[in-house]
């Protein structure tokens, strides 16, 4: 058995596709007694197109993997420990490991905490939404968040804009609900704003964001802070959003395909821009600063690298319902 493992582990390599189909089948038709030897080809050897593949293939298994990659955590072979910890929680989440790897993992978390600065968050696209940082507790009420944990901040952005930020579920009514993962960022000095609010949070979340209506949420969010933002870049559409709302209103906004673009008077931020800009750019700022980067470093906090010293606390992952804890969601997550 072990060398006809080997050898259909070797056919996936193969320029034939439906050698490499019918190697596939033959191998995840063996099931859990072949994880031991799959694992392996994951760890060592091969390219890593072959490494992926042969992962896909365990995790094809399911839920008939999970016991016996548990019995790996628990008793090894120790090579193999830590990869398949990974397809644990790529299977089933946290939930998929048992009570003492839970327990190593928040322990992990807890000593990354000490030690994560500086900190940063996604700077070329992407979508947030600002708050004051001292309204941390209003901003989890304001919008329904729930299982609020602390997490570094790589694993924040990890589980907000890469991994599965969405779940789809059945409520006690058999109703299919959506609950969503977001990350709210450590809290963060900028002295160049030129508000009266020094210190921000963002919250990302591309799902959550994009599919519950970042705008309205910021409107709402305002209601109960007082103030929050809205910034979008996105550079595949060559379009970008800023959005600033206060008390539960828009104050200011800019869009690239809005129409007006602009709305709301001009904030003195883009009056000063204006007043310096060279006679080149006297035209771009004419009606207001386009740029949702200019606007969010003025007005709140620009995302990208963040000064050790002007980063405080560490950030919190949380879900929009109290049914779907965080462990729910599937995908390893760097820490």
């Known amino acids: ?33 072949a ?28 839920e008939a993997a999970l016991p016996r990659l548990r019995e790996i955590r628990r008793a090894g072979p120790g090579q193999l420990r830590s990869k398949a910890l990974e397809i644990l ?11 003492v790897d839970q327990r190593a993992v928040e322990r992990l978390v807890r000593i990354k905490l000490l030690d994560e600065l500086p900190v940063e968050t996604p700077f070329e696209a992407g979508r947030w939404l600002a708050f004051p940082a001292d ?14 944990r602390p997490v570094t901040s790589v694993m924040g952005v990890a589980a907000a804009t890469q991994a599965t930020d969405s779940l789809d579920f059945q409520d006690a009514q058999g109703k299919t609900q959506r609950a969503y993962r977001v990350f709210i960022t450590p809290e ?30 910021a409107r ?11 910034y979008i870049l ?27 673009q602009f709305e709301g008077e001009p ?19 004419a009606e207001g600063v386009p740029d949702a980067s200019k606007a969010a470093d003025n007005l709140s906090v620009e995302p990208g690298p963040q000064l050790a010293e002007d980063t405080h606390g560490h950030g919190w992952l949380a879900t929009t319902h109290p049914d779907v804890p965080n462990s729910r969601f599937k995908g390893a997550l760097p820490v």
Not at 1 to 8: F, H, K, Y
Not at 188 to 217: C, H, Q, V
Not at 267 to 282: H, R, S, W, Y
């Open 135 to 148: 309204r941390l507790d209003d901003a989890v009420a304001a919008l329904g968040l729930h299982d609020v």
């Open 267 to 285: 904030l003195p931020f883009e009056v000063l821009q204006l007043e310096i800009a060279n006679e080149d750019e006297a035209e771009e700022y």
């Open 234 to 260: 996105d550079p595949y559409n060559a379009s970008e959003n800023w959005y600033i709302a206060r008390d539960g209103h828009l104050l200011r906004s800019y869009g690239t395909y809005e129409y007006p």
């Open 220 to 230: 709402e969010l305002s209601e109960r802070c007082g103030e929050a933002h809205f």
């Open 89 to 99: 929680v790529d299977l089933g989440g946290a939930d998929a490991l048992d009570e």
């Open 35 to 62: 994880i031991d030897q799959l694992l392996a080809h994951t760890v060592a050897g091969g390219t890593k197109h072959l490494r992926r593949d042969v992962q896909s293939i365990v995790e094809h298994l399911g």
């Open 188 to 217: 963060f000095e900028n002295r160049r704003a030129k508000g009266r609010i020094k210190n921000w949070r963002m919250l990302w979340g591309n799902s959550f964001l994009d599919e519950l209506d970042g705008f309205r949420l």
């Open 1 to 33: 058995m072990p060398e006809s493992i080997d050898a259909l582990v070797q056919d996936l390599s193969v320029r034939d596709r439906t050698v490499r189909r019918a190697a596939r089948d033959a191998l995840a038709a063996l099931g859990a007694e």
